[in-house]
C-alpha cells in the first residue's frame, strides 16, 4: 500500500475489516493461530500506519511554518561582581556621586546636600507616595520600582525560619539606570536613528549591534542580573530619655542600651521584649562609625504659633548588638557593666561573653551589622527618644524590564527570586547622610518633605510626651503609619543609592555564586523556527523522524522483496476480468459472507488468464469464461481456501 492509503482514517471504521478473516476465530492448528497473529499484527500496523499518515500533515506544518515564541538572547557584559561599596562613604568617581553632580571635595568632606535636587528630591517623592498610594512607587531615570517583601528566605546560616523575620528589599539604582539607558537604546532603534544620533544619545557605536538584534522582536523583557540589598527592620520610641543608657566602658568604646525594645513593631517579625545594646567607638571595632545631623523645627502655625525644637539624629554602625530577654542581666554580668556613665574601676565585665552571637536565639539575625538612625527632641525638661535600625543583607538577582508600552506603561522594574545566599553587610553611617542629602554635623532645612515630616512626627511624640503616662498605643492611626513610612523609605532610599564596585572581566574570569559575571540580556518574542519551542513542536519532530523511519524501511524492504508494484488500476482490472466460479456459494446473500471470500493475486504465467474456481484449483482458460479468467499477460486472482 501506499502512504496515501493509510491516510484514509475511515477506512479503519468498516466492519468488513474486521471480519474479511474467515474462521480465525475457530481455528486450532498451530499454523492457523500463527497465522491468526500475522492478521492480528498486519491490523495493528495499518492502524498504526493510518494514524501516522494522518499526523504527519500537521507535523510538517508544525515544523516548517514559525511559531510565535520566547528566545533569549546571549549575555552581553565585560565586568564581574566585586562587592557593595557599603562599608566605605561614597567616593568620588563612583555612581552616585557622578550621579548626584556632586564634587570629589564634598563627597571627601562628607558633604552631601549636593544630591538633595537629584537623590532629596526622589526620597520626598517615594516617601509622599507611599503616604498617598499603597503601592509606595518611586522612579530611577525612566523606570519606576518600589520595595519587595520576602519571609524567612534562608533554611540556614542567619536567616532561619524559626526567626519569621521580613527583608525589605531595595533595587539598586546602579543597576536600573543602567537599564533605563539600555530601554533608551532600544526606543532609538525602534526609530530607525542614524549612527550620529546613537553617539549623542548611547555613546560608543561598539554596543550598536548588541541592541540591534533586540529590533526583530514583537514584544521584549530586558534582563539585567546583579545585587540587591535588604533589610531586617524595626522602630522603637522613650518617652523618658532615662530608657536610653550609655556605658563609657573605655575611650573609643561605649554601650548604647534601649529599653523596652519590642520586635513586633513590624508585621511578620518574632515578638518579644528586651533591652538591646550595641557597640558604638572604633575600640570595639574599626567597622563601628557614627555621623550626626540635625533637622531644624517646624514652625507651629496651628496651637503654639512657636518654632518647634529641633531635632538631633545620631546615626551609628555598630559590629554588633546584644540582646537581654524582658531586660534581665545574665547572672555572671555584674549590675554595673551596663550603668549609665562610666564602668566603676575593677568591675569584672566580661563584654566579649554580652556580644558573642547565640545563633540559637530568636534574635541572632539582629546581633550583627547593626545600623541604628537615633532621633532625639527635647522641650524644657522633657524629651523623646526614637530609633530606627536595620541589619542589610546583600542578595543577587535578575532585574526585568517589559520593553513594551502597552504591557508596561509605567515601565516598572520586576525582581525575580532573590537567592538563598544572602550575608549581612555593614552600612557606613555616610549613606544615610546621603540618604537625607545632609551635611555631617550640619542643621537641615525643614523645607524638603521627608525633613519636614520627620520633625512633626518627632514633636507629635514630644507632645504625646507631656502627657501623664504616655505610650505608643496613644498614637493616632496616621502618626503611627507616617513614622512606619518614614522607616520604611529612609531606609530603603538608603540600600538603593549604595555603589557597586566591579572589576573588567575577561574570557578566562570565572564566576561565583558571590562574585557573579554581571551581563545583560533579553527575552524576545519573534517568530522563529524550533522543534523544541513547545508540546506541539515536540510531538511534530516526533511523527517526522517516525515517518522517515518508516519510509527507511519500506525502501529497504523493497530492495529485499523485489515484487512488482500493482496499481488500483490494475487490481480494478483484474479483478473486473476475473470470472467466479462458485466462489460465493451460500455467501452470496450477505455482505459478510463475500467479504470473507479470500483472493490473492499472482502473475499470468501465459498469455491466457487463470482463475480460481469455486474448489480452489486452477483452470486453464482463454479469458472469456470456461477456466476463471484474469487479466491476461499481467495479473489473476485466485481464490485460497479459508
Known amino acids: 500500500m501506499t502512504p496515501f492509503e493509510f491516510s484514509r482514517l475511515p477506512a479503519l471504521f468498516d466492519v468488513l475489516l474486521w471480519k474479511i478473516a474467515p474462521g480465525l476465530g475457530e481455528a486450532r492448528s498451530k499454523s492457523a493461530r500463527i497465522y491468526r497473529r500475522r492478521i492480528y499484527l498486519l491490523l495493528l500496523l495499518i492502524i498504526s500506519l493510518c494514524a501516522l499518515c494522518n499526523l504527519m500533515g500537521p507535523a510538517t506544518a508544525v515544523l516548517v511554518l514559525p511559531t510565535l ?8 557584559g565585560n565586568s564581574s561582581f566585586v562587592g557593595m561599596n557599603a562599608a566605605n562613604p561614597p567616593q568620588a568617581g563612583n ?6 553632580n556632586c564634587t570629589a571635595n564634598e563627597a571627601q568632606t562628607f558633604n552631601y546636600s549636593c544630591a538633595a535636587p537629584t537623590f532629596g528630591s526622589a526620597l520626598d517623592v517615594w516617601l509622599e507616595s507611599i503616604r498617598n498610594t499603597a503601592p509606595g512607587v518611586t522612579q530611577q531615570d525612566q523606570l519606576t520600582f518600589n520595595i519587595n ?27 536600573l539606570s543602567n537599564l533605563s539607558a539600555d530601554f533608551l537604546a532600544v526606543g532609538l532603534l525602534s526609530l530607525g536613528v542614524d549612527e550620529k544620533t546613537w553617539e ?52 573609643n568604646q561605649q554601650i548604647r542600651c534601649y529599653d523596652s525594645y519590642n520586635l513586633d513593631s513590624f508585621d511578620g517579625t518574632s515578638s518579644g521584649n528586651y533591652t538591646k545594646c550595641i557597640q558604638t567607638g572604633t575600640g570595639w571595632s574599626p567597622s563601628n562609625k557614627m555621623s550626626n545631623f540635625s533637622v531644624a523645627g517646624t514652625y507651629d502655625y496651628a496651637t503654639t504659633r512657636v518654632v518647634r525644637p529641633d531635632t538631633q539624629i545620631s546615626i551609628f554602625s555598630s559590629e554588633k548588638a546584644a540582646f537581654l530577654e524582658n531586660g534581665v542581666l545574665p547572672d555572671w554580668l555584674p549590675g554595673d557593666c551596663l550603668r549609665n556613665g562610666t564602668v566603676p574601676t575593677g568591675t569584672n ?6 556580644f558573642t552571637m547565640d545563633h540559637s536565639s530568636p ?8 545600623n541604628t538612625m537615633e532621633m532625639t527632641t527635647r522641650q524644657n525638661t522633657t524629651s523623646v527618644t526614637a530609633a530606627i535600625d536595620f541589619i542589610a543583607f546583600l542578595g543577587f538577582t535578575t532585574y526585568t524590564l517589559d520593553a513594551s508600552p502597552i504591557t508596561n506603561p509605567s515601565q516598572v522594574i520586576q525582581t525575580e527570586d532573590i537567592d538563598n545566599t544572602q550575608t549581612s553587610i555593614t552600612i557606613d553611617p555616610s549613606w544615610m547622610l546621603a540618604d537625607f542629602s545632609a551635611d555631617a554635623g550640619s542643621i537641615q532645612s525643614p523645607d524638603h518633605s521627608t525633613s519636614q515630616q520627620l520633625s512633626n512626627l518627632m514633636n507629635t511624640f ?9 505610650s505608643t498605643d496613644s498614637l493616632s492611626d496616621t502618626d503611627q503609619n507616617n513614622y512606619y513610612y518614614l522607616t520604611m523609605i529612609s531606609i530603603a532610599q538608603t540600600l538603593s543609592i549604595i555603589d557597586i564596585n566591579t572589576s573588567p572581566s575577561t574570557s578566562s574570569s570565572t564566576t561565583t555564586q558571590t562574585h557573579p559575571l554581571l551581563h545583560r540580556s533579553a527575552r524576545m518574542n519573534v517568530w522563529a523556527y524550533s522543534a523544541s519551542s513547545s508540546r506541539t513542536a515536540i510531538l511534530g519532530t516526533i511523527v517526522a523522524i517516525i515517518g522517515i523511519v518508516v519510509t527507511l524501511i519500506q525502501f529497504v524492504m523493497s530492495l529485499w ?9 490494475q487490481l480494478l482490472v483484474a479483478a473486473l476480468e476475473h470470472v467466479p466460479r462458485d466462489e460465493f456459494r451460500g455467501r452470496q446473500t450477505s455482505e459478510e459472507g463475500v467479504a470473507r471470500v479470500r483472493f490473492h493475486v499472482r502473475e499470468a504465467l501465459e498469455g491466457v488468464g487463470f482463475g480460481g474456481g469455486g474448489d480452489g484449483k486452477e483452470r486453464e482458460g482463454d479469458g472469456d469464461g470456461d477456466g476463471g479468467g484474469g487479466l491476461v499477460g499481467r495479473i489473476r486472482f485466485q481464490r485460497t481456501e479459508g
Open 69 to 76: 515564541q520566547w528566545i533569549d538572547t546571549a549575555n552581553v
Open 95 to 100: 555612581w552616585f556621586i557622578q550621579t548626584s
Open 149 to 175: 517583601t520576602t519571609y524567612s528566605i534562608s533554611t540556614d546560616g542567619p536567616l532561619t525560619a524559626r526567626y519569621n523575620s521580613s527583608l525589605y528589599w531595595a533595587p539598586n539604582r546602579e543597576i
Open 200 to 251: 549623542q544619545n548611547v555613546g560608543s557605536l561598539d554596543s550598536y549591534n548588541s541592541y540591534a538584534e533586540y529590533n526583530s522582536s514583537l514584544n521584549l523583557a530586558i534582563l539585567r542580573n546583579g545585587p540587591i540589598l535588604g533589610a531586617i527592620v524595626n522602630n522603637w520610641i522613650s518617652f523618658d530619655n532615662a530608657s536610653v543608657t550609655v556605658v563609657e566602658v573605655a575611650p
Open 349 to 354: 565585665c566580661d563584654y566579649n561573653r554580652l
Open 363 to 370: 534574635v541572632a539575625n539582629r546581633s550583627s551589622n547593626v
Open 462 to 470: 514630644l507632645s504625646l510626651a507631656q502627657q501623664p503616662n504616655p
Open 561 to 569: 522483496d523485489k515484487r512488482p508494484f500493482r496499481s488500483s488500476t
